[in-house]
């Protein structure tokens, strides 16, 4: 399999800002503007639970805060998820832009939103994906199919 050529546009800058944020921010809406990325604001999500086992999940980033060097994602807290950032509350994300050839890395501690941030996100859900929500018991296993 050849080599791919990738684009000079899609390198870093050199030098690199002292700041990141801002370059995450702007590649991110990037992706998003050229409509080439199938989810441009998907991200691998990794956790350690409990017994320090890791797990990798795929979420949405719902928003930035450059100023606080902060990436915004929903969780149910009782998942899977919810309970290992509660047992570590650290994480990694990997933003992988594939069609861009380019991926992002963002690393550090997790914080809960607020109860009425976490409301208010849950309110502008579609209403199946509510109803899915509320139906299942997210990251625990069911019996069956019929179940």
């Keep these: ?12 800058p050199d030098p690199l800002p002292a700041d990141p944020m801002p370059l995450a921010v702007a ?5 998003v503007r050229l409509k080439k990325q199938p ?3 998907a991200m691998a999500v990794a956790t350690v639970d409990a017994d320090g086992r890791p797990s990798l999940r795929i979420v949405l980033c719902r928003g930035w805060d450059t100023q ?4 915004t994602f929903f969780t149910n807290r009782t ?3 919810g309970r290992a950032l509660e047992a570590h509350a650290h994480a990694a994300a990997d933003f992988f832009w594939d069609h861009l050839n380019r991926q992002m890395i963002v690393e550090g501690p997790v914080t809960h939103a607020s109860d009425a941030e976490s409301d208010a996100y849950f309110r502008r859900r579609p209403l199946i994906s509510r109803i899915a929500a509320w139906a299942s018991d997210q990251s625990k296993p069911i019996e069956s199919r019929q179940a």
Excluded: F, I
């Excluded at 590649?27 to 992706?31: G, I, P, T």
């Excluded at 606080?68 to 990436?71: E, L, N, T």
């Design 1 to 12: 399999m050849a080599k791919q050529a990738y684009e000079v546009d899609a390198m870093l």
């Design 27 to 31: 590649w991110c809406n990037e992706a």
């Design 39 to 41: 989810n441009p604001d």
């Design 68 to 71: 606080a060097g902060v990436v």
């Design 79 to 81: 998942s899977r998820k």
